[in-house]
């Protein structure tokens, strides 16, 4: 019965992170209230307010589940050279050209987001183990690959996880706001070709 109890629960909560991401796409986040988030589904307030203390929580927890689900698609068991790491950065701009859906979460969260000071203070402490998590990793494979000798040791592994990491940013701002008619998996590896082959130039 317990076993029930909690998997109900989590259906109920999952209820209200659907509804919740169907009217923030609606409406925006600040129009939103959690009033009409239990209407949708036929709940409570109280009942949202049992899974969520603000909607910045629920925020988070969204984000936080859009995001797992996304690196766990993504991630590569072992990397050791420059080729796994432009295969893993193939597998990530694939799986956003082929998900609409992530797309159109994206698009909100980065065009659409009403990011107030507290807004943004409360769900970025949330969510700090995620959103740092790519930036370490990529910090950790590229100084693996310098170590092997792919890399220069000249090069600032810092600074060139910066620059690679802002360029993927960059590439998947440009292609869920359709700034540009651009395939994205192929700019973004046009790009880190350049600056692999310009840092290997470089110091010959």
């Known amino acids: 019965m317990a076993r029930r109890t909690k998997e109900e629960a989590e259906q109920t909560k999952q209820a209200i992170l659907d509804s ?4 923030f796409y609606e409406k925006g986040y600040t129009r939103t209230t959690f009033d009409e988030v239990a209407k949708r589904i036929n709940l409570t307030k ?8 603000n909607k910045a929580d629920l925020l988070a927890e969204l984000m936080r589940q859009k995001f797992t689900m996304q690196k766990e698609k993504v991630e590569i068991a072992q990397v050791n ?45 949330q969510l700090s183990d995620i959103v740092d998590l790519p930036w370490i990793k990529l910090k950790e494979r590229l ?28 590439c998947v701002d440009s292609y869920i706001s359709k700034r540009y008619p651009m395939s994205l998996t192929a700019t973004f ?9 310009g840092i290997k130039m470089e110091n010959k």
């Open 81 to 125: 050279s420059l080729q796994d790491i432009r295969d893993y950065f193939v597998r990530a701009t694939k799986i956003i050209e082929n998900d609409p859906e992530f797309c159109q979460f994206l698009l909100f969260v980065i065009f659409h987001m009403e990011w107030s000071e507290g807004v943004a203070d409360r769900v970025w402490k």
């Open 189 to 197: 590896l046009q790009g880190f070709d350049l600056i692999i082959d």
């Open 46 to 53: 109280g009942a949202v307010y049992w899974h969520f203390r």
């Open 20 to 23: 919740a991401l169907s009217l």
């Open 143 to 170: 100084t693996l690959v310098q170590k092997n000798g792919e890399i220069p040791h000249s090069v600032n592994i810092e600074n060139l996880t910066i620059l690679i990491s802002c360029m993927f940013r960059g």
